[in-house]
Every structure is written in structure tokens, then in C-alpha cells.
């Protein structure tokens, strides 16, 4: 049997979810520490580690003496690269959807082997997804599952959240996420996807997923149209 994850997490998902629906938008503020500890009946510690994961992705900033503001961020449409959970999560709003382009066992390579810390000849998943967003191409994935970590995917959970999915088991939660931003010339074949011309610039971001034990998860490609694209970062000098 599963255990439930951890309480700071519900905390933080719950807390988001308001903000998101609007609750607080008439204060532009949480409510205080001693309340929300009151709401949701766990300790101050954990009210204190979900702020600071809110704080961290961008959602609230703490003013000492003040409370916790919202942080008015223009961030609609932009891809916040604070925020792992998937588009899904990320734009609530609208209609994501998933063409799956190919879907297939593989193995690591010598170059996969040293980016994913495995042994080469490791078994892997190869997955390739075409994600749109209210209809229009958004953005290709190409993504390398361990699969001495993600033993079973089908094409269900692939066409869904294979974020979702895997994060069900509160034994593999995600712990971080490197991420590197570079240009390149767009394949012919990623063109035709995402319906730009050929050789056309494409924003690529490369990302290395690792559980919270720091074995890698997943290693990934995602190729993002350049004409709609938009990326946010959120600072925090704390």
C-alpha cells in the first residue's frame, strides 16, 4: 500500500489551487501563518515548507511584518521553468492535448549512458510527443525513461501525464531538475510538426529529471515552436 505524501505537499498543492481559482484575490494575500495552521491542522513547520515551495515557483513573496503577498507576475501563456509538472499543470486553462509520434523499448547508448548515469545496454523507454495547446503545436518531447525506474508506461499513460503518473508513488518524487536553453536549427521532420518552415529556429530545452535520491529519471529534448513560445524565470534574493 502506498503512504499519502508528505503533508507540506497537500499543503502547497491545496494552497495553490485557491490561488489559482481566485480566493484571494480580493487581499492580494494568504491568510496569516497561524491561520493557515489553524485551516489545514498540521504544524507551523509544515505551513512553512509549503510557503517556501510557493515562494520558490513564483506564487507568493513573503513580506516580513506584512504577510504573503501574491506575486503579480505576468505569466500567462509562459512556460515557468520553476514549475516540473507538466503543461497540463501549467496552463490549467486550457486544452492541452497529446499526439504520440513514438512510443518504443530502447537501450542506452554510450553518450545516453554518461547523460544518465546508467550503464550502457541499460533498458530505457524512448518516447516521442507532439503537445498542443487549444489546438495549435506546441511543443515536441523527446524523452529517455529509466527503466529501472519507470518499469511499465502503455500508451495511455504517455497520450496523459506521464509526470502525473509517475509522481503518484510518493517513492519517486521529483527532488530537481537541471535544465540548459540553447537555439538550433529545427529538423525537417520537427518542422512539419509544429508547422514552421524548414530550418527555422527552434528553442531547445534539454532537461535532466532527478528523484529526490538523485538517481535520474527521465532525460529529455522538449522543441518548442519559436513563434509562441515564452519562457519565464523567477528570482528569488532571499
Known amino acids: ?27 492580494n494575500k494568504l491568510p496569516t501563518e497561524d491561520d ?14 509549503a510557503i517556501d515551495v510557493l515562494t520558490h515557483r513564483g506564487f507568493v513573496i513573503p513580506v516580513q511584518g506584512s504577510g504573503m503577498f501574491l506575486r503579480d507576475v505576468s505569466s500567462e ?14 496552463f490549467p486553462n486550457s486544452k492541452i492535448e497529446t499526439q504520440l509520434i513514438e512510443f518504443k523499448e530502447s537501450s542506452a547508448d554510450e553518450k545516453l549512458a554518461t547523460i544518465m548515469r546508467c550503464e550502457v545496454g541499460s533498458p530505457l523507454y524512448y518516447v516521442k510527443r507532439l503537445r498542443l495547446v487549444d489546438g495549435l503545436p506546441y511543443v ?46 529545427i529538423s525537417d521532420e520537427d518542422a512539419m510538426l509544429l508547422g514552421v518552415s524548414k530550418n527555422s529556429p527552434a528553442l531547445v530545452l534539454e532537461n535532466k529529471a532527478m528523484l529526490r535520491d538523485g538517481r535520474m529519471l527521465d532525460y529529455s529534448l522538449n522543441i518548442h515552436n519559436y513563434t509562441t513560445t515564452k519562457l519565464l524565470k523567477l528570482s528569488n534574493f532571499m
Do not use: C
Open 1 to 27: 500500500m502506498k503512504s499519502a505524501q508528505p503533508k507540506y505537499k497537500t499543503v502547497e498543492e491545496k494552497i495553490e489551487k485557491d490561488i489559482r481559482d481566485g480566493r484571494f484575490k480580493s487581499t
Open 36 to 49: 493557515l495552521i489553524k485551516i489545514f491542522k498540521v504544524s507551523r513547520n509544515t505551513i512553512r515548507k
Open 77 to 90: 501563456g509562459a512556460i515557468n521553468l520553476e514549475d516540473f509538472h507538466g503543461l497540463t499543470h501549467m
Open 140 to 185: 515536441v518531447e523527446i524523452s529517455y525513461f529509466n527503466k529501472e525506474i519507470v518499469p511499465y508506461l502503455n500508451r495511455e499513460i504517455i497520450t496523459t501525464s506521464i509526470y502525473g503518473f509517475i509522481t503518484s508513488d510518493p517513492k519517486k518524487q521529483i527532488g530537481y531538475v537541471d535544465r540548459i536553453i540553447r537555439a538550433d536549427v
